[in-house]
């Protein structure tokens, strides 16, 4: 299907079902991390899964396009974003499993209900919001600092929204594990998969993928490091082969 670009945008593929998904690079560009949350999170048939700050749409999009959920639903506060992922949604023809709302994560449980979905995910913004340089264009800033919401936001919205089993998927930076992990238990969030991503075998860490299990028991899964790049501008063969780089 096509659809009208508004000035700046440009449309991608995602070597994915034919998918395509509609960015504008003066505003923000999904990155290797949102690919590589939609690739570690597990919807099985039947689940209903929730992105929450969803920007132009990338993860419900490819997670449609990966798993077998009955429906997707994208929360994002601003609306030229939610616009685009909209636009995105209609041009691939799944608005009948993809669904995108505008709104604050602050509020997700009051717009969503408790106990209404079986699996959410989230890549946050990173950085405190006294942490390093913000970026003074407003929409990068609120990308990647915690400018409208907070790690205890996301991680206490998800507690109440997600169903008793219900599982939470998120991408972050290993500078903040202790204090994820601290908030995940203290809103009943067990930790339960773990798996730490290198740009190079020999590099520290710079991204880390957690899965946890509302209610769960107490035990966590350590996988196997995912390293991106063999070397400089080869993606390694599990980057090529699952992620489809």
């Known amino acids: 299907m096509n659809v009208e670009l508004k000035p700046g945008e440009r449309v991608d593929e995602l070597q994915r079902n034919g998918y395509r998904i509609i960015q504008d690079p003066g505003r923000f560009c999904f990155g290797m991390d949102a690919v590589l949350l939609s690739g570690f999170a597990r919807v099985k048939p039947g689940e209903r899964a929730l992105d929450l700050g969803t920007g132009t749409g990338i993860i419900p999009i490819l997670l449609e396009a990966r798993t077998q959920g009955e429906s997707f639903t994208g929360l994002e506060i601003q609306e030229e974003s939610a616009d685009m992922a909209r636009r995105s949604v209609n041009m691939n023809g799944l608005e009948e499993r993809i669904r995108i709302v505008t709104g604050d994560i602050k509020e997700a449980a009051q717009i969503f209900g408790a106990a209404s979905y079986h699996v959410v995910t989230c890549n946050p913004p990173y950085m405190t919001a006294n942490h390093g340089l913000k970026n003074p264009k407003e929409h990068l800033a609120i990308a990647r600092h915690e400018v409208l919401c907070t790690l205890e936001d996301v991680i206490s919205q998800t507690a109440r929204i997600l ?83």
């Open 163 to 245: 169903m008793p089993g219900g599982r939470f998927y998120m991408v972050h930076r290993p500078f903040r594990l202790a204090e994820i992990m601290t908030g995940l238990c203290a809103h009943g969030l067990e930790p339960k998969r773990m798996r730490l991503v290198y740009p190079f075998a020999d590099r520290e860490p710079n991204m880390v993928l957690l899965e946890a299990m509302k209610g769960g028991k107490p035990r966590i899964t350590v996988e196997k490091p995912l390293i991106i790049f063999k070397e400089p501008g080869k993606y390694t063969d599990e980057i090529r082969d699952t992620y489809g780089y």
